[in-house]
């Protein structure tokens, strides 16, 4: 929690960004947006309540009592999604975000603190807002890509765009592996996923391939043996999250993927599409490879065949043809 100010917040805040570090296990950086969603929410409240007449950004929440918490009710909390919508035009999927916040701090306030004796959060009836099909690359794009890796001479980043595409890991997950974490008598290598779980992901041949030649280059530079990371940087130090993005986004340039939104993400994203597309794997197989808590987390996959066999159908030649009797 590097970025947040705790000096700022009320106790009971800091209490609950406490919990969720190191009780629920959450990331750095949902606990970040958390955190934001929250502090918003309080400041809305904060201003109801004292009228400040001063920007939302500049509302101090420091001497916020637990007595006010206390008072906050469902009406205040449809106020504040309307007032996210209405002033500061918040999609659906981001006011939605808001919400997830707002219950996980109720929740604790409720079962865990006994702020409040009743969670306001469990009155609210809200739309889930419909998922949007993930972007992703396709099979010939992904082959222009690697394409366009190879030619651009760094056996280092071919080896990481060619794990991105064909691991689907995260871009945490690549940049925290350590050269001891990789297992080639068993061809896997162990990563750290969210919640800090490990998980093993298998290497096929192309990734075992990359990497060896990757690693023959990395032996021969100056101090590289003291870097336990398996990317390092020109300055023989792990490689940085920011480094890896621009690598991803100078190889789209050169092979003319870029302006399409692709993203490392996307990059996972175009992994499980290959997998399960092409590679006969199910949700659940593919929910293990990627490290989803939840199955319902892998099934958006699921809907790229009925897309597909939607598309199908509308190109029929026929698809258009209506009797006239």
Known sequence: MSNINSAENPEFLNNYLIHIKLVQLLSERTIQEYFTDI????????????????????????????????????????????????????????????????????HYLEKVAHIVQKDPTKDLDVPVPKASLPKFLSLDQSLRLLDASDKMDSRRDYCIITLFLNCGMRLSELVG??????????????????????????????????????????????????????????????????????????????????????????LRHTAATLMYQYGDADVITLKEI????????????????????RNAMEGNPLSNIKGKG
Request: net charge positive.
């Open 177 to 266: 592996m350590n050269i001891k974490d990789i297992d080639f008598f068993e061809n896997r290598v162990k990563v750290l996923g969210k919640g800090n779980k490990e998980r093993m992901v298998y290497l096929n041949n192309a990734c075992i391939d990359a990497l060896n030649r990757y690693l023959e280059v990395r032996k021969n530079q100056p101090k590289a043996a003291d870097e336990p990371a398996l990317f390092i940087s020109n300055q023989n130090k792990r490689i940085s999250k920011r480094r890896v993005q621009q690598i991803v986004e100078n190889t789209l340039q050169t092979a003319g993927l870029d302006g399409k939104g692709i993203t490392t993400h996307k």
């Open 39 to 106: 502090r918003l929410f309080l400041r809305y409240i904060y201003e109801n309540n004292h009228d400040t007449g001063k920007p939302i950004e500049e509302i101090s929440i420091s001497d916020m009592s637990e007595t006010e918490i206390s008072k906050i009710t469902v009406s205040d909390i449809y106020n504040f999604i309307f007032f996210t919508s209405d002033e500061r035009h918040n999609s659906d999927k981001a006011r939605y975000r808001k919400i997830s916040s707002l219950r996980s701090f109720f």
């Open 290 to 309: 990627l490290g989803h808590e939840s199955v319902a987390t892998t099934e958006i996959y699921t809907h790229l065949n009925h897309e597909k066999a």
